[in-house]
């Protein structure tokens, strides 16, 4: 069923969606260029001259420290006559430059100008003052002859008289009557805080629970304990991080998550009231609001907390086992740190290699003796007030959506397997490939709603999907400027600000979006995929398009399972997500992905909130 | 109560989509419908339909009767069920799309198309023996289209008669029939009535 | 595996007296000896299949199914089973309707009261598939299944209706998936034949559009020969009569609108099952019903 | 602040485990410890993060003969934990990650890599003093809130839950802002499929039977100075002002409606029947609607539009038509759009109303008639649909953020302000090393700053060097940090919540608002305990000022991304505002003559740390200085550590807070004392910034690319001072980039002033 007209409507659009192009207009400057831009201080070519004498007060002033005191004068004269040269070097500069920027000439151009003017004041100061400095405090006592020496190319830097240079002070000036009114107000205030200061900090004994070391769980944790509450984390994997550490770039920024992750890393080293116990998955739950008990259960690493991360373990073995920081797509060492980024950066060791010489030979390799084959599954019994779920979320699986193939070809994959092959730590080392025969694709499907919106899978919006499919065209257009990326919706949902990430990249020519949601995809004689689908816009048309690699947009499945044997578990709706305790006030809160389909922003602000709720639980209120 | 099928002096008739909620099997379900046109694009015959049904539920929605009920695309269904297990919104399509033609030929719309005629005999074999005869369904079909295309459409197919036949897969003879045939006219007559009170 | 003996009313459909005889053969043969007697629907009716909501209209529709039902009912209350797709289909679907719509049932007991019947809803309706995967099982098949179909290559086509719109449901049983059905395959492994890598398992023939219109369908019959024949199938395996009589009977059709020259044998997995339980090759099997035969499974059979 | 003298009493500890005893002498560098670099104190272990080995550290410190630990092992970035337990300070030198890992073992030039960087370490000791509180001042614990609508009650309640006192401060004479007004609320709770009652009433009487809140109506922030703890705001209404200290603020000030010309030209205002969809609340509250019987809900897909209402305007839409449809089931309601952005679990809201019997139309209305016929160029149809007999038309709106109160006149200092905030065109991603909306980047740049400008003036009037303003964002939403650290803005102790910071709905407000208060507490309790706020949180150093030699320079007032630093309006020095100050040391960077300084962190100490890893530097044997940020460059080539990739023993690395603290003295240390290179790492700068400091990383660029004419000036070339922008995944690219820095610099010879 070959419908030629397809494509042609497909090229007709491109032109339609880049009609704002114009070819001739280069890149913004990076940086540089920017700053020059938008920041009035740098908005000068004076600047330049600025910047240049800086450097040589820095350099000087150090020499001159370290000069003997007969080197002094004629150093401090040679420097002296330096600076004026520059500085009246910039004067003219300045001076010339003043001249092309105000052709207006009105009255109001002069009070536009004394940010630049005050500028060389400051520059001239700079330099008398830093003279005198270095002067005295080397003991020359010439701090006399040094004023006078520069007062003479310089305007009165402290004249404050002057109108133009009253508008330009940053800090209005207060009387001394509005003075004394604030003053004494904060002398008032004084004496109320300690009476605030004991509401706010009030003690408790109690600790917040979060589980889950997502993105979510861990900003709750850490907000929380930086609060000044007690909190333990509790993470089933080996490391933290979640899902979002085995993403490539966040949407819309396209910036690393493990920027963030590291900061918040880095919070939680230095954070004593947060203890963390990875390989910890919750088993039960009792009690209420204030006491409950959790049960948990410890998965034996098989590698002790003392590990220092020196991985001489691994080298000792060549086994391998799926790699599921990489969603199995390759293949990792039987004992392992899981990723480059690992947090804790311990090591930890597959079970199956329990029996095996492996085990042996990897307990021999660690000299400092962490490796521990007797290690078993642990229980434990904690005591919290409150909990919080921040349990994240499980791709939905793609092997459901028969329809589109998933399990009949390696190029058909879902975006979290996108995410890992545009990943520089992930199985092609951030290379998008081909699975099946590891070429470059030139054509790219992306199909949105892939399981979500679909009450034969999931019913609700998964929110990310359609921003993931956006971020991921972007990905595949840095890699190969001639691949052409063709996304098939039903609504584009780029949500609030989000919208104008969507927009920008709807002026990609070679993206280009299909409003259908494809029937189904089979594998055509060449073993690429085929989707078969019915074009929605205007005329309709019914496609067959070959494309070398298709990316299911799948969604977001709550990780909780919905059904548990918790004596008192957390109150869920009827998808499994976790209904805040806000108006059943049972001391249990969702976080992220637990609560509902969240991207990253959300999952940030409602883990937040979540950590006041917690707060306000274990305080009693 | 009866509901009269709107009959707008205007073009477009907001009615009409109500109307179709109201009165055609499945109809509740049709506006459940987000355009996302799986149920086109999973159509083993989509390129032949003119509309497609989600274009078509679009067309009830935009108010647009005249032009849904003489629809090519309500004919050529072929009762495939794909679109209704992969809607995403869970529209018994091919159920609408079979009362929407059951409407078109009660409203005298599209008296030409094939697949009236076939599922009008289909249903003349039912009501009169209480089972279908794989002969005369399609005999009686093939000279709706008058003699000389009936003769030409049988013809094409003698060869297949002929081998059924041989293999006794072609009954000869009478027809079968149900034993208590005046029982099930009965029956079916009722039920049409209760229908049309309904419509 | 079924401990007792089951018993269950049988709805043979108006093909069985016709088209699908061969498919009504095999089942009559088979079922019993897997643990399942059937006793026929007394004087049962067409379904009214798909054309019927048009032809007819859908309370009409439903009430030819009531009346099967109610028959059904009459004889001892016994679960339907029945082989045909779109009996199933109008069958079950027709029933759950009328189970769970109160005006339905209320409107077809009118109707049926005509006739002095009226059915109590409280039968289940269930296609033989369905028994044979959830209450047979296919251990009880490999069982049985003791003349091996040793080397026979079958491509499993279980076309739309079988398993569309029910098979996943609850009432359906659940025994099937919509889109990547196994259970064909399986049946055809329990025989001792061999499956094939083919791909359009539940591609439509286009049904009753193939009748009225070849000239619309003959392309998708040509899209499920094609991909036999590709996969190396012996023959096609396929639960639905009309699937199987228009995929065997539009072959030369198929072969002069696009030049091919398939001679590809559609046949029931009842019959598979039937020669590989030691069936006799016609009485039971209904072999010599095809109009394409294949050697390779005739000579297989006893 | 009474300061001791503080006596360095430094102590080496070299870790042989995890392989580095064998790849290292260690014997050598003990000797050229206790020699050369003179601390006498040095011990061995195979594992000083073992329990033992941190006992050895432990007692050491204990019995007072040492106060501080140099720990040759593992990076910085491991065994922080466990290293911060043994009671005195604790510096590191990466002799695991950055040396045995990337080197080859018993090698020359790994011995002198490794014995240059403890003796980095130890000078880093040697200028380095615990850090003190710097503040011994109570501090404010008063919450002020900005805004009386759904997210500013809300704050309130919840801050006053959380044991705060609270000053709610409403330029108008009401509480419940927009929200207040509504007839329904969106629902966010399960099942999500009906309107929910209106919470505000609820609150207001809530807050207003609280008696630690306290609100005022008729009243704005006309002035506040301080920082987080000690905010002096002054409030003003008609009666007068009024002074207040307040520990942190919630900005919760909302949002206006947004109309553009496309919804003019539907005859808002003008045709009768045509409203929009904020009327609409108010004819759904009064019941007002009993003859509409067909009604046509119109989403105009514009997308200037869209950042303002994108995903709310489509909830609003639905909630109105079920409304309508629940009071009279015989209404028939039309919702005309193109993206329907009922996003998540609003999918299921949307569901409802079709079940309801909403119908939903995808195009774009071309006309409304004086009949309110409405044309609908139908995407689906591909043709035009005329659809009469419409009782009442609703026209979307758009939610405007109220990041500045527009009843004010915009000031002109302000507006420079906010015009340096806005960057609507950063770019995105590259094809072929382009930007993709290239074309926009060059022609909209500056025509969609200027117009994105928010007018009016300030809503606190900060008293801060840097603008009165708290800062904006594109299309003039409040400055958030809004992926990560959502709450962040770059004004330390200001939070912003609501609708002001993106389009939200009431229910998402309430959400929000949580959150800020949380960051709000957090912010009062660290300014208590004199700790930094994010990202160094409870961080105890801060900037101190030499203002002896201080040149007024205002070099450091300037470039502070926080607006920490302000001017002394009677002496014109800097005036630091600790609290405000995350310590991230651009000031320090900034300084044209190094008097800004940290106790644990200095210009003189790196300077120190410069010529250190150079001492011993035979002269045919370059050397390169690498200062890497230690938020992303610095993991980053510890991570290609992890991963073996070779690396050039040249390097000397030394871990910065941030690039906008590197002072250009160090970088002139370097090239005296006889570096042939000097590569700066940083994070991404620009609008999309990935600094965590917001501008540092921008502003070292900025100075660096001066450098070159210095060098110029002294016969030396320019390559030899570079910066590179390092996202931390970049561990292969890191090591590419140092290594071809190598080469580089091997080609062009070593440093003319090597030796001297």
């Given amino acids: 069923m070959q419908t030629p007209g397809f494509l042609g409507t497909f090229i007709k659009k491109s032109e339609d969606l880049n009609i704002r192009k114009f070819t001739d207009m280069k890149i913004c400057a990076m940086s540089g260029g920017k700053n020059t831009k938008t920041d009035p201080l740098y908005n000068q070519s004076a600047r330049y001259w600025v910047w240049q004498f800086e450097v040589w007060i820095t350099m000087r002033m150090e020499a001159f420290c370290m000069a003997g005191d007969d080197d002094l004068e004629d150093e401090f004269a040679a420097f002296e006559r330096e600076a004026k040269e520059a500085a009246a070097k910039a004067q003219e500069e300045m001076a010339k430059n003043a001249k092309k920027a105000e052709p207006a000439a009105e009255p109001v151009a002069a009070s536009d100008e004394p940010e630049e003017e005050d500028e060389f004041a400051a520059f001239e100061r700079e330099a008398r003052e830093a003279a005198a400095a270095a002067a005295s405090s080397m003991g020359g006592g010439a701090s006399g002859g040094t004023s006078s020496a520069t007062a003479s190319s310089a305007p009165k830097a402290d004249d404050k008289a002057d109108e133009e240079e009253e508008d330009d002070t940053p800090v209005g000036v207060l009387s001394d009557a509005e003075k004394a009114e604030r003053d004494a107000a904060q002398a008032a205030a004084v004496k109320t805080i300690n009476k605030a200061s004991k509401a706010l900090f009030g003690a408790t004994s109690q ?113 391998t086992v799926d790699n599921e920081y990489n969603y199995g797509m390759d293949q990792i060492k039987a004992v392992n740190l899981p990723h480059e980024h690992a947090f804790p950066m311990k090591y930890v060791m597959s079970p199956d290699v329990i029996g095996t010489d492996d085990a042996d030979k990897i307990k021999e390799a660690c000299t400092s003796g962490h490796v521990d084959l007797e290690a078993t599954a642990t229980d434990g019994d904690l005591s919290v007030g409150a909990i919080i779920w921040a349990t994240g979320w499980t791709p939905y699986d793609s092997n459901k959506l028969e329809h589109y193939s998933y399990s009949h070809s390696a190029d058909i994959i879902n975006n979290v397997e996108m995410e890992r092959l545009a990943s520089p730590d992930g199985p092609t080392n951030g290379k998008i490939l081909k699975p099946s025969d590891g070429k470059e694709p030139k054509r790219i499907a992306m199909i949105q709603c892939a399981g979500s919106r679909d009450i034969n899978h999931l019913p609700y919006c998964s929110m990310i999907c359609c921003l993931a499919s956006l971020k991921h065209a972007a990905y595949v257009r840095e890699q190969y400027p001639d691949a052409e990326v063709d996304i098939y919706y039903i609504d584009i949902r780029a949500h609030d600000k989000m919208s104008s990430f969507y927009e920008r990249v709807k002026r990609d020519a070679k993206v280009n979006f299909i409003k259908s949601k494809p029937g189904h995809i089979t594998i055509g004689a060449d073993g690429r995929p085929l989707i078969h689908g019915e074009n929605t816009i205007g005329d309709r048309e019914i496609y067959d398009e070959a494309y070398d690699l298709v990316v299911l947009a799948t969604g977001m499945e709550p990780s909780l399972p919905l059904e548990t044997d918790f004596e008192a578990a957390p109150e869920r709706d009827e998808y499994g997500f976790v209904i805040n305790g806000s108006d059943s006030d049972n001391g249990q809160f969702a976080a992220g992905v637990a609560g509902g389909p969240f991207d990253v922003a959300l999952s940030t602000q409602t883990a937040t909130a979540s950590a006041l709720k917690a707060i306000q639980a274990v305080r009693g209120n | 109560m009866t509901v009269p099928m709107p009959t707008s002096s205007r073009k477009y008739d907001l009615n009409f989509a109500r109307w179709v909620r109201d009165n055609v099997a499945g109809g509740d379900k049709m506006n459940m ?66 009362g929407l033609a059951a409407l078109a030929s009660k409203e005298g719309y599209a008296p030409k198309v094939e697949n009236n005629y076939f599922s009008r005999y289909f249903w003349k074999s039912v009501e009169l023996t209480g089972k279908t005869d794989e002969r005369l369904v399609p005999t009686a079909y093939f000279f709706s289209f008058g003699l000389i295309e009936g003769i030409k459409r049988s013809l094409g197919n003698l060869k297949i008669a002929f081998n059924m036949a041989k293999a006794g897969r072609m009954h000869i003879g009478l027809p079968h029939r149900i034993k208590d045939t005046k029982g099930l006219k009965a029956i079916l007559a009722k039920a049409a009535q209760i229908e049309d009170q309904k419509s | 595996m079924m401990s007792k003996k089951k018993k269950m009313t049988y709805y043979p459909g108006c093909s069985s007296q016709g088209s699908g005889r061969h498919l009504d053969e095999s089942i009559r043969a088979i079922l019993p000896d897997l643990g399942v007697d059937v006793v026929d629907i007394d004087d049962w009716n067409c379904c009214g299949a798909s054309v019927g909501n048009i032809g007819g209209g859908p309370l009409p529709n439903l009430a030819l199914t009531g009346r099967n039902l109610a028959l059904a009912q009459e004889q001892g209350n016994q679960d339907i089973v029945t082989g045909c797709a779109a009996c199933y289909l109008n069958t079950h679907g027709g029933n759950e309707k009328i189970k769970a719509d109160v005006k339905k049932r209320r409107d077809v007991n009118d109707a049926l009261g005509e006739a002095g019947l009226s059915y109590d809803y409280d039968l289940d309706v269930h296609h033989v598939m369905e028994v044979i995967v959830n209450d047979i099982g296919m251990e009880e098949v490999e069982k049985q299944a003791t003349n091996k179909l040793k080397g026979l290559k079958v491509a499993g086509w279980v076309g739309c209706q079988t398993v569309r719109p029910f098979a996943g449901t609850e009432t359906g049983g659940k025994y099937a998936t919509y889109e990547d059905p196994t259970f064909l395959d399986e049946i055809t492994e329990a025989c001792g034949a061999e499956v094939t890598d083919f791909a359009p398992k539940t591609n439509c023939c286009g049904g009753s559009v193939a009748v009225m219109k070849p000239e619309k369908t003959l392309h998708l019959m040509k899209t499920i020969l094609d991909a036999a024949v590709e996969s190396g199938a012996d023959v096609v395996s396929t639960p639905c009569p009309l699937c199987q009589t228009n995929l065997e009977m539009y072959q030369d059709a198929i072969n002069k609108e696009f030049g091919t020259n398939y001679n590809m044998p559609v046949v029931f997995p009842s019959q598979l099952i039937a020669v590989a339980m030691g069936k006799d090759k016609e009485k039971d099997a209904g072999l010599q019903r095809q109009t394409i035969r294949s050697k390779k499974l005739e000579d297989m059979a006893k | 602040m009474s300061e001791e003298v503080f006596e360095h009493k430094p102590a080496a500890y070299l870790c042989g485990g995890c392989g580095i005893k064998d790849a290292l002498d260690m014997d050598a560098l003990e000797t050229a410890i206790t020699g050369g670099m003179m601390v006498s104190n040095v011990k061995q272990s195979d594992a000083f993060c073992s329990g033992k080995g941190l006992e050895t550290i432990k007692s050491d410190m204990k019995s007072g003969d040492v106060n501080q630990a140099i720990v040759a092992g593992c990076s910085p970035r491991v065994m922080v934990q466990e290293f ?128 630690n809140i306290t609100v005022l109506f008729d009243t704005i922030v006309d002035r506040t100075e301080g ?19 307040y520990g942190a603020v919630v900005l919760a000030t909302g949002w206006r409606p947004y109309t553009s010309e496309d919804q003019k030209k539907f005859g808002i205002g003008e045709t009768d029947g045509v409203v929009t969809d904020i009327e609409m609340e108010e004819k759904l509250s009064s019941g007002d609607l009993k003859d509409v019987k067909n009604i046509i809900f119109i989403i105009p897909g514009d997308s200037d539009r869209m950042v303002y209402s994108s995903g709310v305007s489509d909830k609003v839409a639905i909630k109105q038509a079920l409304q309508m449809t629940q009071a009279d089931p015989d209404v028939m309601a039309y919702i005309i759009h193109e993206d329907f952005r009922s996003h998540g679990l609003a999918e299921e809201f949307y569901r409802h109303a079709q079940e309801k019997g909403v119908i939903f139309q995808r195009g774009e209305v071309k006309s409304i008639s004086s009949d309110r016929t409405v044309t609908v160029d139908d995407e689906l149809l591909g043709l035009e649909i005329p659809m009469s007999g419409i009782d009442l038309v609703v026209v979307s709106t758009g939610m405007v953020p109220n990041s500045t109160n527009i009843d004010l006149e915009a000031t002109e200092r302000g507006a420079d302000q906010l015009k340096s905030d806005i960057n609507p065109v950063a770019p995105i991603f590259t094809v072929n090393g382009t930007q993709v909306d290239e074309d926009l980047a060059e022609t909209a740049a500056d025509a969609e700053a200027e117009e994105t400008i928010p007018e009016g003036g300030p809503l606190l009037n900060l008293q801060y060097r840097q603008g009165p303003h708290v800062p904006v964002l594109a299309n003039g939403f409040a400055d958030s940090h809004y992926i990560c650290f959502p709450y962040e803005t770059r004004r330390s102790g200001i939070y912003t919540a609501g609708p002001v910071r993106r389009a939200m709905t009431a229910s998402e407000a309430i959400n929000d608002a949580q959150g800020a208060v949380l960051k709000a507490i957090q912010a009062m309790r660290q300014a208590n305990e004199a700790k930094a706020v994010h990202p160094r949180a409870g961080d105890l150093s801060f900037p101190e000022f030499g203002l002896d030699i201080c040149t007024k320079c205002r070099r450091c007032t300037v470039e502070c991304p926080f607006g920490a630093i302000d001017e002394d309006p009677e002496t014109d020095y800097p005036v630091v505002n600790p609290t405000r100050c995350r310590r991230c040391g651009t000031c320090m960077g900034a300084c044209p ?54 690396a050039s023993p040249y390097m000397r690395v030394i871990p910065v807070r941030c690039l906008g603290s590197v002072t250009l003295l160090w970088v002139k240390t370097a090239l005296e004392k006889g570096y042939d290179g000097i590569m700066l790492l940083g994070c991404k700068s620009g609008d999309d910034y990935q600094c965590h400091f917001v501008k540092g990383s921008g502003i070292a660029q900025e100075r660096m690319s001066k450098v070159g004419d210095t060098l110029r000036s002294m016969m030396m070339e320019e390559e030899r001072v570079q910066v590179n922008e390092i996202a931390i995944a970049d561990s292969e690219r890191v090591t590419q980039i140092l290594n071809n820095f190598g080469k580089q610099i091997e080609d062009i010879g070593l440093n003319p002033f090597k030796g001297f």
């Fill in chain 1, 207 to 319: 600790t917040i629970l979060v589980v889950g070391g997502g993105i979510a769980g861990v900003t709750a944790a850490i907000e929380a304990a930086e609060t000044g509450y007690d909190v333990i984390l509790l993470e089933k994997n080996s490391y933290l991080g979640g899902r979002v550490t085995r993403l490539n770039r966040y949407f819309p920024k396209l910036c690393h998550p493990s920027c963030g992750l590291e900061i918040n890393y880095q919070r939680i080293k230095n954070n004593r009231n947060l203890k963390v116990m990875t390989m910890t998955e919750v088993v039960g739950v009792s009690g209420a609001k204030g006491d409950y008990k959790v049960k948990i259960k410890t998965a034996p690493r098989f590698i002790d907390e003392g590990c220092n991360g020196c991985g001489s373990c691994s080298n000792a073995v060549e086994t």
């Fill in chain 2, 33 to 98: 419908c987000m355009q996302c046109g799986t149920c086109s694009g999973s159509c083993p015959i989509g390129t032949e339909m003119e509309d497609g049904p989600r274009k078509l539920f679009m067309m009830i929605r935009a108010g647009m009767k005249e032009e849904v009920l003489s629809s090519n695309s309500v004919w050529e269904c072929t009762s495939c069920y794909r679109c209704v297990v992969r809607c995403p919104r869970g529209v018994p399509v091919t159920y609408l799309m079979q």
């Fill in chain 4, 84 to 211: 911060n337990e043994v009671g005195g300070q604790v510096f590191r030198a990466n002799m695991r990650e950055q040396v045995i890992w990337q080197q080859p073992a018993n090698n020359e030039d790994t011995q002198a890599l490794a014995t240059d960087n403890m003796r980095m370490a130890i000078t880093q000791a040697r200028k380095s003093e615990p850090p003190q509180a710097h503040w011994d001042g109570a501090t404010s614990l008063k919450l002020l809130v900005v805004g009386g609508g759904i997210t500013g009650l809300t704050a309130a309640r919840e801050a006053s839950k959380t044991g705060a006192q609270v000053v709610i401060v409403e330029k108008t004479d009401k509480l419940g802002g927009w929200a207040g007004k509504w007839s329904k609320f969106i629902p966010e709770n399960a099942p999500y499929r009906e309107p929910e009652d209106n919470p505000v009433p609820a609150l207001i009487a809530e807050v207003e039977n609280d008696d």
């Fill in chain 4, 227 to 245: 920082g987080p703890g000690e905010f002096s705001c002054r409030l003003k209404n008609g009666s007068g002002t009024n002074w207040d200290i």
């Fill in chain 4, 593 to 646: 003559v190094s008097t800004i300084s940290f106790k644990n962190y200095n210009p003189a100490q790196v300077s120190d740390m410069v010529a250190a890893g150079t001492e011993e530097c035979p002269p045919d044997k370059p050397r390169i200085l690498v200062l890497a940020c230690e938020n992303d460059a610095y993991p980053a080539m510890d991570m290609a550590g992890i991963n073996r990739l070779e």
